[in-house]
Structures are given as C-alpha cells and as structure tokens.
C-alpha cells in the first residue's frame, strides 16, 4: 500500500516489473519498496524537510513465509512460522506443489462471486467425500472419468495433518509406477516424482494406493487434484492441479480466486492438456463448480 494515502500499488494478479506508481498521486516505488518518485515533491511538502524522500520504504508485511514458492502473508507480526503452521499437512502439500526440483508454475487467476459463506467451499474441500457420489453423479455418467460411478470415491480415505486435511482416491493395485501411469503421469514426470518426494511419500501412493484429491488449509486456501479424460474418443485421462483462496465479501458471499498450477518441468503438451482438463472440472466454467455452487 502507498505511503501516501494506502491505495493499492499493485495491481496486476501476476507478473514483475521493476517499479511500481501509484495510481492515486503518482508516488512511485522500486521493488524492494524504495520510494523514487514523489510528484511535487518541493511544492507540495517544501521539500525533504517538509517530507523526508530518502529512506523512505513500503511497508514490510508483518509476518512473511515461504513454502515450496508459495507466499504465506499473515498481518500478525507474532505469527508462529509458517513451517510449524502448516505442520504435517506439509507432507501432503508436496505432492501438489513439488514434484520436481523446479517447482510449479500458474495460470490465472480466474474471479468469481458466489452466493455463499466462505466456509462452506473451504469445508467441502477439506474433506466432503459424502457429497459426491451425489453431487457429481452426472460428471460420472457421462464418462468424464475412469471410474463408471461416482460412488468409487467411498474407497478413499479423508486425513487432518497440522492445519489442513483433505480426502484420498483409492487406486487398482499394481506398483508405484503403475499408479501414478493409471492417473495419467508421463514416465519423465514420474522420474522427477521419484526424485523428490520422500519414501514415506511414495509408499502412499506405490504401497498404500492413495492418491491426494482436493484438500484446505486453514483457513481459506483449498487444493484440487483429478485426472478427467481430455480427448474425445479416448480412454486415456490427464491429471491437472488447481490452487485457490476463499475471499469473504460478507457473511452470504464469496468472492473465489481460482489459479491452474503445473510442475514447470512438465512437457509442453501436458501443460496444455492439463490446463484443458483443469477448465473442463473447476475454475468458473467447470462441471464441478457447478454443481457445487448450486448446493452452496
């Protein structure tokens, strides 16, 4: 927020620039939060012994934390650390957000409002399995998915680790590779998978045979995690990821920032696929918000 007057001085949802102006009165910022221009400066304030110019700085956020390249803002400067916040749900969050070196990268995002109280959407996604079977029945009888019936998803399991949880998808038998085959990872992916995630990690998916699914972390940051089937005429599915923030508005509205996330390493034709299947399910247009708005 400016100095001046706290107008927002970003106001791009992604992106970098190497200076920031504020819209307001033109004051202008590097960014590092240095202050660099101020209009008027001798006019206005007599100069730097109306106004002190140097030195000047935006103001840090009270409390910052970084995990896997998502920034963690809290307004509480005596916040606990986000590692110790997110505790163990840190553990499932990695196979979102990490599965390679590189980390991932996002498209969007795409704003909506709905007529509902933030928690509902955050709840439903933290661990619902319940709804499903019918909700969702239409997506599944329509063969979106490999599954024939939406009732498959009582063979998952839901989990509460730190301050988030979320639900698992049951998987056919077979080895680790296999399985991460069946949702519709390439080998090279696989590989980086293999490289990354820890063996307790792995033997979830490879020995257990769960998979993450959707997933909240307190209090309004929720994950999802499908693989639909993209191309017509074919059996084969596509996983994608999507990341996204429950704003409050008021007490019976919600404004939803919904981003589409990627491992960066990942071919070029899966990021376009992915990117497809992610609006096909979720984000304004998908089937599945659909259906869970009406019910919201």
């Known amino acids: 927020m400016c100095l001046h007057r706290g107008m927002q001085v970003c106001r791009a949802e992604m992106g970098n620039a ?9 004051w202008s910022y590097r960014n590092d939060g240095r202050i660099v221009g101020l209009p ?8 730097e012994e109306g ?6 700085t935006l103001l840090p956020a009270p409390s910052l934390g970084v995990y896997n390249g998502l920034i963690f803002i809290s307004l509480d400067p005596d916040a606990e ?17 990490k599965q390679s070196a590189d980390g991932i990268e996002l498209r969007g995002p795409q704003r909506w409002r709905v007529k509902a109280n933030w928690k509902i959407g955050a709840e439903n996604f933290a661990g619902d399995m319940y709804h499903t079977p019918q909700t969702h029945t239409s997506v599944a009888e329509i063969g979106l998915f490999r599954e024939p019936k939406a009732e498959k998803r009582k063979d998952g ?7 988030g949880g979320g639900t698992t998808y ?7 590779e296999e399985r991460l085959r069946y949702v519709g990872y390439p080998d090279d992916m696989i590989a980086r998978m293999k490289e990354q995630w820890s063996q307790e990690q792995l033997d979830v998916v490879g020995k257990d045979g769960f998979m993450v699914s959707a997933a909240s972390v307190f209090p309004n940051m929720s994950f999802v ?7 017509e005429g ?9 990341i996204r923030v429950w704003q409050p508005i008021s007490e019976n509205e919600t404004e939803v920032l919904s981003w589409f996330a990627v491992d960066k390493n990942a071919p070029e034709e899966y990021k376009a696929l992915s990117y497809k299947a992610y609006l096909m399910c979720f984000g304004s247009g998908g089937m599945f918000e659909q259906d869970d708005v009406e019910n919201w």
Not at 81 to 97: A, I, N, R, V
Not at 170 to 176: A, I, N, Q, S, W
Not at 234 to 242: R, Y
């Open 18 to 26: 190497s200076h920031f102006r504020c819209p307001y009165h033109g």
């Open 40 to 47: 008027f400066h001798k006019e206005a304030y007599g100069g």
């Open 51 to 56: 106004f002190k110019k140097k030195g000047q």
């Open 81 to 97: 650390p986000l590692e110790d916040f997110l505790g163990d749900f840190k553990f499932y969050m990695d196979y979102y957000t």
């Open 157 to 163: 399991t839901t989990y509460w680790a730190g301050n």
């Open 170 to 176: 049951k998987l056919p038998e077979g080895t680790l």
């Open 225 to 231: 995690h499908n693989w639909p089937r993209v191309e």
């Open 234 to 242: 074919s059996d084969e599915v596509l996983p994608f990821i999507s």
